[in-house]
């Protein structure tokens, strides 16, 4: 078994093929098995032509000598080709070979008796291998090629244009002729047939290998495909959710609604078991939790739960490094902090809640699964957890906008109020007139409306009285504030287009009255500006004291309307200096 096994290797070691991929190797190594069968045809028929050579078949010595070096030129060829093919020029030495055998048969066959010469039974050799190793066409042009060559030969022969040199005896003829078409069945009805044979076992059987590795390929391959699918059906459930929570929040204007909707849309789409949003405190020292999604944690929201920024705790270390942290398991987590409230969680996830570059809080999701978050999911989420930030940032900046909006609307309003007061207090003005027969007049205070009743009125209101009239009763409104009111009274009640008309009049009219008031003010603070010219013009005009003085007493007790005016200068203290 050990020297079969070495003859195995020996031979192995003769045919392989050098620094080619597969298939190359495996063509050049069922080549170099016929060139070594070629070396043994060669020498079978070297074997020939010797032994006719013994039995005196050979007319003169020499066609023994030309019909050896025949021979041993054919085992030189198939010697040099085996050595290039194992150094990898396999498909060169393929077609080197074989048309120079095609070559070398020809030259017998014209050196030995022409178209008569047994050498025409040797094509056989370089046929069959033109259409193994080559096109199949290549043998076909071959065939061609040798039976084009016979009938050159003979009609040369025929019209003395050639003759052979070498013109063997019948006798050799008919032993040489036996001894070529033996070999020749046996190299190519045998050898051949059978290295053809066994290649396209080998081919099928790694044809057969390919096909069952390429199906185990192509399962594996659907596996990957329909797990790679799934992948990406979750995050694209998980994109489509994160879409709509976006589009949820971002149309709520209220904190704790938004807050609120965000923790339980995110729990019941994605399926969580506890989501919580923590914000921090404006000195940026502890994580408060606002709102959470669990039972666990309205009981952490009714004791205020909170962690300190930095402290244990993912939700800490989230908050201060602005980095998203996952706790695969829980239990073996150093930075996880041991809830009470949350038993059942095995895997948790935090992400920072980031605005205009600062982090104002965490986003808080926990799972009863082990390792049920991957770096897939942060990437996915923090888009969650970047609308999240933005929507708060908006709804703050909105409550502060209004908050500001309201204290400017207050702080006109009661500007406007003041001014009314003023101008009415200046024109010395009664606030009350009533209409009657044509006439205006006067109210009588007990005829009047009490001043909370006129408050109370924002639009144009029908009552009925304890007399039956029915009263109604128009507020004239100047930013939310009620100046005034207009009542109308009649027996019949009042209908809709008269309220209606009432309504648009009394809004003219508040417009009217405001800009009236702004006029009158506007000349005012004209009045007062020219007064403030003159004065200062013609006190200093003066050049003495005493006539600045009597000016200056004269001019600002007739612009403020007073009966009196002095001035008065005090003398100096004994103890001022100087």
Same mark, same amino acid.
Request: a negative charge.
């Given at each position: 078994?050990?020297h079969q096994?070495?003859?195995e290797v020996?031979?192995t070691?003769?045919?392989?093929?050098?620094?080619?991929?597969?298939?190359v190797?495996?063509e050049g190594q069922f080549?170099?098995?016929?060139?070594v069968?070629?070396i043994c045809?060669?020498?079978?028929m070297?074997?020939?032509f010797?032994?006719?050579?013994?039995?005196g078949l050979?007319t003169?010595?020499h066609q023994?000598g030309?019909?050896?070096?025949?021979?041993?030129g054919f085992?030189?060829?198939s010697?040099f080709?085996?050595?290039?093919?194992?150094?990898?020029r396999v498909?060169?030495?393929?077609r080197?070979?074989?048309?120079?055998?095609?070559l070398?048969?020809?030259?017998?066959c014209? %050196? @030995?008796n022409? +178209?008569?010469?047994?050498?025409? =039974?040797?094509f056989?050799?370089p046929v069959? #291998?033109a259409?193994? &190793?080559l096109?199949?066409?290549?043998?076909?042009?071959m065939?061609?090629?040798v039976?084009?060559?016979?009938?050159?030969v003979?009609?040369?022969e %025929? @019209?003395?244009? +050639?003759a052979?040199?070498?013109v =063997?005896?019948?006798?050799?003829i008919?032993? #040489?002729a036996l001894? &070529?078409?033996f070999?020749?069945?046996?190299a190519?009805?045998g050898?051949?047939?059978?290295?053809?044979m066994?290649?396209?076992?080998?081919?099928?059987?790694?044809?057969?290998?390919l096909?069952?590795?390429?199906?185990?390929?192509?399962?594996?391959?659907e596996?990957?495909v329909?797990?790679?699918t799934?992948?990406?059906?979750?995050?694209?459930d998980?994109?489509q959710?994160?879409?709509?929570?976006?589009?949820?929040t971002?149309s709520?204007?209220d904190?704790d609604d938004?807050?609120?909707?965000?923790?339980?849309?995110?729990?019941?789409?994605?399926?969580y078991y506890?989501a919580?949003?923590f914000?921090?405190?404006?000195?940026?020292?502890?994580?408060m939790?606002?709102v959470?999604?669990?039972?666990?944690?309205?009981?952490?929201?009714?004791r205020?739960?909170?962690?300190?920024?930095?402290?244990q705790?993912?939700?800490?270390?989230?908050a201060q490094?602005?980095?998203?942290?996952?706790?695969?398991?829980v239990?073996?987590d150093?930075?996880?902090?041991n809830?009470?409230?949350?038993?059942?969680?095995?895997s948790?996830?935090?992400l920072?809640?980031?605005?205009?570059?600062q982090t104002?809080?965490?986003?808080?999701?926990?799972?009863q699964?082990?390792s049920?978050?991957?770096?897939?999911?942060?990437?996915v989420l923090r888009?969650l957890a970047d609308?999240?930030?933005?929507a708060?940032?908006?709804?703050?900046s909105?409550q502060?906008t209004?908050?500001?909006?309201?204290?400017l609307?207050?702080?006109q309003e009661?500007?406007?109020?003041?001014?009314?007061r003023q101008?009415?207090?200046?024109r010395?003005?009664?606030?009350?007139?009533?209409?009657m027969a044509?006439?205006?007049?006067e109210?009588?205070?007990?005829?009047t409306?009490?001043?909370?009743?006129?408050?109370?009125?924002?639009?144009v209101?029908s009552?009925?009285?304890d007399?039956?009239?029915?009263?109604?009763?128009a507020?004239?409104?100047?930013?939310?504030?009620?100046?005034?009111?207009?009542?109308?009274e009649?027996?019949?009640p009042?209908?809709?287009?008269?309220?209606?008309?009432?309504?648009?009049?009394v809004?003219?009219?508040?417009?009217a009255l405001?800009n009236a008031?702004?006029?009158?003010q506007?000349?005012?603070?004209?009045?007062?500006?020219r007064?403030r010219?003159?004065?200062?013009?013609s006190v200093?005009?003066l050049s003495?004291?005493?006539a600045?003085l009597?000016t200056?007493?004269?001019?600002l007790?007739?612009?403020?309307?007073?009966?009196?005016?002095r001035?008065?200068?005090l003398?100096?203290?004994e103890n001022?200096?100087?």
């Amino acid at each position: 078994m050990e020297h079969q096994r070495q003859h195995e290797v020996l031979w192995t070691r003769l045919v392989s093929v050098q620094g080619a991929d597969a298939e190359v190797a495996r063509e050049g190594q069922f080549f170099n098995t016929l060139l070594v069968v070629s070396i043994c045809v060669a020498a079978c028929m070297a074997l020939a032509f010797l032994v006719a050579g013994m039995r005196g078949l050979f007319t003169f010595p020499h066609q023994m000598g030309w019909g050896l070096a025949f021979s041993g030129g054919f085992i030189a060829l198939s010697a040099f080709c085996l050595h290039q093919t194992r150094q990898g020029r396999v498909a060169e030495m393929l077609r080197l070979y074989i048309w120079a055998n095609f070559l070398g048969t020809l030259g017998f066959c014209l %050196l @030995f008796n022409g +178209y008569q010469s047994v050498g025409w =039974l040797l094509f056989f050799w370089p046929v069959s #291998l033109a259409g193994t &190793f080559l096109e199949p066409g290549d043998a076909v042009r071959m065939a061609v090629g040798v039976l084009l060559s016979y009938g050159v030969v003979v009609i040369g022969e %025929l @019209f003395d244009v +050639y003759a052979p040199p070498i013109v =063997l005896t019948l006798e050799s003829i008919r032993f #040489l002729a036996l001894s &070529f078409g033996f070999i020749m069945l046996v190299a190519t009805a045998g050898v051949i047939n059978y290295l053809n044979m066994l290649h396209q076992r080998e081919a099928l059987s790694q044809a057969r290998h390919l096909t069952e590795t390429l199906d185990e390929t192509r399962r594996d391959l659907e596996q990957r495909v329909l797990a790679r699918t799934g992948e990406l059906q979750e995050r694209a459930d998980q994109l489509q959710t994160i879409a709509e929570l976006s589009r949820a929040t971002a149309s709520i204007l209220d904190m704790d609604d938004l807050l609120e909707t965000t923790v339980h849309l995110i729990s019941d789409r994605l399926g969580y078991y506890h989501a919580g949003i923590f914000l921090l405190d404006a000195a940026g020292d502890w994580a408060m939790l606002r709102v959470a999604s669990s039972e666990g944690g309205e009981k952490m929201l009714a004791r205020g739960h909170r962690l300190r920024v930095g402290g244990q705790g993912i939700v800490g270390y989230v908050a201060q490094t602005g980095i998203p942290r996952i706790a695969s398991n829980v239990g073996e987590d150093a930075v996880w902090f041991n809830n009470p409230d949350l038993p059942l969680t095995q895997s948790e996830m935090a992400l920072p809640l980031v605005a205009r570059g600062q982090t104002i809080g965490v986003l808080d999701i926990q799972t009863q699964e082990r390792s049920a978050f991957t770096e897939q999911d942060v990437d996915v989420l923090r888009v969650l957890a970047d609308s999240i930030a933005i929507a708060i940032a908006n709804t703050r900046s909105l409550q502060e906008t209004r908050a500001a909006l309201n204290r400017l609307a207050r702080y006109q309003e009661q500007d406007t109020f003041m001014a009314w007061r003023q101008a009415l207090a200046r024109r010395t003005m009664r606030l009350d007139y009533r209409y009657m027969a044509g006439l205006v007049s006067e109210a009588q205070v007990e005829e009047t409306m009490a001043l909370d009743q006129v408050d109370t009125l924002h639009e144009v209101t029908s009552v009925v009285d304890d007399a039956g009239l029915h009263l109604l009763l128009a507020p004239l409104r100047l930013q939310e504030r009620t100046l005034g009111v207009l009542t109308f009274e009649r027996p019949a009640p009042w209908s809709d287009d008269e309220i209606q008309l009432t309504q648009f009049v009394v809004e003219q009219l508040s417009l009217a009255l405001d800009n009236a008031r702004l006029l009158e003010q506007t000349r005012l603070a004209a009045q007062q500006e020219r007064a403030r010219s003159e004065i200062v013009a013609s006190v200093r005009s003066l050049s003495t004291t005493d006539a600045i003085l009597r000016t200056a007493a004269e001019e600002l007790g007739r612009a403020l309307k007073v009966e009196r005016s002095r001035i008065q200068l005090l003398p100096p203290d004994e103890n001022t200096a100087l």
